[in-house]
Structures are given as structure tokens and as C-alpha cells.
């Protein structure tokens, strides 16, 4: 019975004519929005990597090549000179392992700590709780800047409750340091923690509580629990928090200036490299202190080279965990 | 049983005292850091601020300030009228780009990671100084033209407008989409965040619904305003705060940019104060009351 059944609708055009030329319609609907769709993605995609290529070629043309209208994308003379020299403008050696210390460590606090932060918002009932989470999201709206002017006063006079001065006879000037931003990344008050807490706060939402209270009637204590049963479980989080934490961090400019302003960075370096290059031209021409121009090809060149010095490592992080940034935002279900 | 009680209330007790201890330092540092700085700036706006080694003179000038930033600074309200309205406008234009790329990339296709790779790609590239550099690379942009020239000489979107703009009917909202389209690499880069949030709600939603809604002979568009829309309503609230916020607080930002050059540069605190809390206060307006009246369309399903 089945098999003729089977028989009775077997070529496409059967079944096609057997649905009034819905079938056909749909079929043909299907190749022309997925054509329609893989155009629409490649002119998007292009568009966002563009710039990004554009560097690159840019970035190994010699200056000849800048000034010449027939040279667009492929260079005409290949070299390697445009690294070297933002390199050296940049002394981005130096600024790398600064850059690289500064960054794993600002990021490895302020995971920790958010993490920490976000359980405490996530499991457990007190007192105004809901006053302190409104807290948390009036941490993520007001921008740092609102207040940063007194914030640098604060650290210029640093003072713990008044205890430095009765000892020492005075403030102490903790601007340049990096003490300040390390003390404020262990409040969870660094670039975007807000935002960290809440992703965290919302992945331990959805992991049951059934675990924790078995480990609390199992006689683990509160801490043992957090450490030895959800940290595991929240792997993906931490994971990519840190990797959050680390990227923004690197190409921070904002609170790089305000604390870390004499400490050479890859960012600092990077946001000065047009005003370096004229110093740098003036020095290798040997004209002390007098303001060379440098023409505005040679040193967009060298910035776009520096661009791409600077985003390199933070591209390479983002190859091997491209999962972990994307999906930790989509698993945690953001919800307001 | 009185006892059992008690011994539960101690339990709670033990667990607010738990509770208070994994978030000490948030709000130590919420204190410290955040609502003193935050006085100290408010009452700084309001007085002369003189920077002497080692203390800080402050003396009441009232609302001086104020007129210093708003009727006697050349730039400040220019760029704060331009930031606002700028806000506004890509605000919507990401708004609508990141819930359609959303759409787009939540259907099945060969190579769907790697386009959602390349989209997030600008949150992790385009961020801190590398957006505020970007700005000022004339060589990029003459580059970015040749490219475009190259690829074709009479732009579909240039013929749509002068075709709009003849028929008269250049209005000016038209201009402003015209604007966003002209910009549609900055909203690009900037809605990464968006459109994995607007994915997440998409993919919360079942499919079985689509199917019955099918079955009744709903088409795909009605389902998309009747099923995709207010499902993910909710989605829309917090990508308009998230958008705002960061927009707020890029790098380009030329209020930013000017307070900054009035305090490090010029030294003047009081009148950066000022402008920061204007602009500030301008903005956490804005969001109440916009997130406000979306909140009063975002549709709950539980």
C-alpha cells in the first residue's frame, strides 16, 4: 500500500503539480533569499574587514608608494621598513611587556573579583540587595568620566582615612603609579566591571541550586562550596570575562592616561604615535627641536602600521577564543 | 518547633552575613571610588578649584561654572548638541541593523560562525583608542574611497537618493537615514554586542510556535512582527540602554574629548566637573525616560 503511495508522488514535478506550484514556488524562493542573504553578508562582512586590510597592505608600502595615485592596494616596492620604524617610535618592546603585564594581571583581578562580586548577587538573600544591584547598574550607566576629575585629585592627595598624614606629615601623590588602578580593579570598579558582574550574576542564575545545597547538607561551608563546586562550574564565564577583561583593557585609553600615564603602553604609545614621528623625523634629520612636517601619507601609514602592531596579539587571542567571547553572552540570557 | 525556627533564621542570618561578605568589595569600592569621587565632582562643579602641592582650595562660586561652560566656552555646547542628537540617531540606526543581522543570522547557512566571528570581530578591534584614531586616518578614508570607486561607479544607494530627493520627497527624516547609510561602517562596528543579544533572545524562542503559526497561514512577515517581535521585546530594552551607554563613552566622543582637554591640559576642574555632570545628567535622563516608555511595550511570555 505504501509503495504505492510512494510511486504515486515520486518525481518533483508530481508532487509539485500535487501542491498547486507551492512546492516549486517555495524551492525557488529558498535559492534566491539565500543568494540575496550571501550577498547582503559578504558586502557586510567586507565592509567591517576593509580597514583591516587596507592596514595591511598599507603597512608594507614603501613612502614612494603613498604618493603614487596608480598604487592602491598592492604595494609597488614591498617592505618591512614601516614596522620597524613604529616600533621604535613606539618603543613597543617596552610598551608590549608593560602592555602584556598591566593587562593579564588588571584582568586576572578584576575577573576574580567580579566573579566573586556576581556570586554574592547571584545565591544569596540579605538586606538591601536590590539596592546594591541598582547600584551595580548605576555603576554601568554613569560613564567613569563623569567623576574622573576628582578621582585624579583623589589619587594625587591619597590618604587612607586620614591615617598617611598623622604618620607621615602629608599625602602621598599616588598619580603615575599604578597602585591607584590596581586598588580600584580589586573593587571592582576597572573599565566595564559593571557590565562583568551582571554576566556573571546571570550565569549563576541559571545553574540549579539543587548542586550547592547538597555540598551545604554534605557539611561544606559556604566558602568550600563557592571554590570547590560552582567555581568549576562557571568555567565558561570566568574564561571569557578574563578574555573581555584583558582585550579592553589593552587598548584602554582612558584609564591608561589617567593612572598609568608614565608607564609606556601600547596604547598610550599608539594614541601619541603622530606627534612621536615628527620628533623621531626630526632626530634622524637631525634638526634638534624643530618641528618637521611630516606629510600626512607617511604618517597615517605609520599609525595604520602601529594600529596593526597593536591589534595583532589581541587578534590572535580572539582566533583561539572566538567561541568563548561570543557564546559567553548568548549563554548567560541576558534579560531585564 | 519554635526551635527549628530559630535555628532557620540563624541559617539566614549566616547567609546575609555570607551574602554581605562576597560583595564587600563592590561596595567598598562602590564607596570609595565611585559615590565619593562622585560628591566631590558634584560640589567641585560649584566652586573654584585650585590646585596647590599638596591639598586642593576649593571656594563657592555658585552656578559660575555652569556659565562658563554653557555662554562662554566656544565649543562645549556645540558638541554637546552634536553628541546628543548623533546619539539619537545611530542609537536607532544600530538598533535596527543589529535586530536584522540578528534576523539574517539566525537562520541556517553554510559558514554562519565564521560571519558571526567577523561581526563580533569590531568589540574586540574597534575599542578604546583604536576607535579615536580610525577617525582622524585620511589615508584609510582616501583608500576606502578608491576601493569604493573601484568597485562601482554609480552607487545604488547615491541613485536611490538623488531618485528621493527629485521626487521631493528629502525630507528631513530621509536625510537622516540617509546619513546613517552614509555612516554604516560606524554602526557596523558598533552594534557587535547588540546582535549577539538580539541571537541569544532569537534562539530562546521555539520553533514550534512558528510552525503553528505556519500551519494557520500566517506568513513569514506577519510571524516576524507577531511572534520574532514581541518575544524578543524585552531584548530591545537592554540593547537600547547597552547602546546608549557605550555611545556615550567611546573614545571619538568629542564632549569627552573637550572635558578631558579642560582638565588635564588646562587644569580646570570646576568647569570640567560641570560639563560632566550636564552631560551626564543629560544622558541618564535620556535613558530613563526613553527605557521607560519601552519598557511599557516589552511583551513578558512568563
Not at chain 1, 12 to 30: A, T
Not at chain 1, 31 to 43: E, H, N, S, T
Not at chain 1, 88 to 94: A, D, G, L, N, P
Not at chain 2, 32 to 61: A, H, Q, T
Request: charged residues 15%; glycine residues 6%; proline residues 3%.
Amino acid at each position: 500500500m505504501t509503495k504505492v503511495k510512494e510511486k504515486k508522488y515520486s518525481t518533483y514535478w508530481d508532487r509539485n503539480r500535487k501542491s498547486g506550484g507551492y512546492l516549486f514556488k517555495r524551492d525557488v524562493m529558498n535559492v534566491l533569499w539565500a543568494i540575496a542573504r550571501f550577498v547582503l553578508l559578504f558586502g557586510m562582512c567586507f565592509l567591517i574587514l576593509q580597514p583591516i586590510l587596507n592596514k595591511v597592505s598599507v603597512s608594507f608600502m614603501e613612502e614612494s608608494d603613498l604618493y603614487d595615485p596608480i598604487v592602491v592596494s598592492i604595494p609597488l616596492h614591498f617592505t618591512g621598513q614601516n614596522y620597524q620604524t613604529a616600533a621604535k617610535i613606539m618603543s613597543y618592546k617596552e610598551g608590549l611587556k608593560n602592555s602584556t603585564i598591566i593587562a593579564v594581571t588588571i584582568a586576572m583581578l578584576q575577573t576574580a573579583m567580579c566573579t566573586i562580586v556576581g556570586y554574592g548577587f547571584a545565591r544569596f538573600k540579605f538586606p538591601l540587595k536590590k539596592f546594591w544591584f541598582g547600584c551595580v547598574f548605576a555603576m554601568i550607566i554613569i560613564p567613569p568620566q563623569a567623576f574622573s576629575s576628582s578621582l585624579y585629585l583623589h589619587f594625587a592627595n591619597w590618604d587612607f582615612l586620614g591615617l598617611v598624614k598623622a604618620i607621615k606629615g602629608e599625602t602621598i601623590n599616588l598619580r603615575g603609579s599604578v597602585l591607584p588602578y590596581y586598588l580600584m580593579s580589586a573593587t571592582c570598579m576597572g573599565l566595564k566591571n559593571g557590565l562583568y558582574i551582571y554576566l556573571v550574576r546571570q550565569f549563576f542564575r541559571n545553574i540549579p541550586v539543587d548542586l550547592e545545597e547538597a555540598a551545604y547538607v554534605d557539611g561544606c561551608g559556604m566558602l568550600k562550596t563557592f571554590v570547590r563546586i560552582m567555581l568549576p562550574e562557571a568555567k565558561p564565564i570566568i574564561t571569557s570575562c578574563f578574555l573581555f577583561s584583558l582585550v579592553w583593557q589593552w587598548t584602554d585609553g582612558f584609564y591608561s592616561k589617567l593612572f598609568l600615564g608614565k608607564k609606556v603602553l601600547v596604547s598610550t604609545s599608539l594614541s601619541t604615535i603622530v606627534d612621536s614621528l615628527g620628533v623621531y623625523i626630526a632626530r634622524e634629520q637631525g634638526v634638534a627641536n624643530a618641528q618637521v612636517s611630516v606629510s600626512t601619507q607617511l604618517s597615517n601609514c605609520i599609525l595604520s602600521t602601529g594600529t596593526l602592531m597593536i591589534v595583532f596579539p589581541i587578534l590572535v587571542v580572539y582566533l583561539f577564543a572566538q567561541k568563548a567571547f561570543v557564546e559567553s553572552i548568548s549563554s548567560t540570557g541576558i534579560k531585564m | 518547633m519554635k526551635k527549628q525556627k530559630n535555628k532557620l533564621a540563624g541559617l539566614q542570618k549566616r547567609k546575609a552575613i555570607a551574602g554581605y561578605i562576597f560583595i564587600l568589595p563592590f561596595i567598598l569600592g562602590f564607596l570609595l571610588f565611585m559615590v565619593k569621587p562622585m560628591f566631590e565632582s558634584f560640589y567641585m562643579s560649584f566652586c573654584n578649584v585650585e590646585l596647590n602641592p599638596g591639598r586642593v582650595d576649593k571656594s563657592w562660586i555658585g552656578l559660575e561654572n555652569f556659565r562658563l561652560a554653557f555662554r562662554i566656552d566656544p565649543d562645549y555646547t556645540r558638541f554637546l548638541t552634536e553628541e546628543l542628537s548623533q546619539m539619537v540617531l545611530y542609537s536607532l540606526g544600530i538598533m535596527v541593523f543589529s535586530f536584522f543581522v540578528a534576523l539574517i543570522l539566525n537562520q541556517e547557512f553554510k559558514g554562519r560562525g565564521l560571519v558571526r566571528a567577523v561581526f563580533f570581530l569590531p568589540v574586540i578591534l574597534s575599542s578604546g583608542v583604536i576607535l579615536g584614531i580610525e577617525e582622524n586616518n585620511y589615508l584609510m578614508a582616501q583608500l576606502a574611497s578608491t576601493v569604493e570607486m573601484a568597485a562601482e561607479n554609480v552607487s545604488v544607494t547615491d541613485a536611490i537618493q538623488t531618485i528621493l530627493r527629485t521626487a521631493g520627497v528629502g525630507t528631513r527624516a530621509f536625510e537622516w537615514v540617509f546619513e546613517i547609510i552614509d555612516n554604516i561602517y560606524d554602526v557596523a562596528v558598533a552594534s557587535g554586542i547588540q546582535i549577539i543579544i538580539f541571537l541569544s533572545g532569537l534562539q530562546t524562542i521555539s520553533k514550534s510556535m512558528y510552525e503553528a503559526a505556519d500551519i494557520e497561514g500566517c506568513t513569514k512577515w506577519e510571524s516576524l512582527w507577531k511572534i520574532t517581535f514581541p518575544m524578543i521585546s524585552s531584548m530591545f530594552l537592554v540593547n537600547w540602554v547597552y547602546t546608549i551607554v557605550d555611545f556615550s563613552m567611546r573614545s571619538d566622543n568629542q564632549v569627552m574629548g573637550k572635558i578631558d582637554t579642560v582638565m588635564l591640559n588646562q587644569l580646570d576642574y570646576g568647569p570640567a566637573c560641570a560639563m560632566a555632570w550636564t552631560y551626564f545628567g543629560l544622558i541618564t535622563l535620556f535613558i530613563a525616560i526613553t527605557s521607560f516608555f519601552i519598557s511599557k511595550g516589552v511583551y513578558y511570555y512568563d
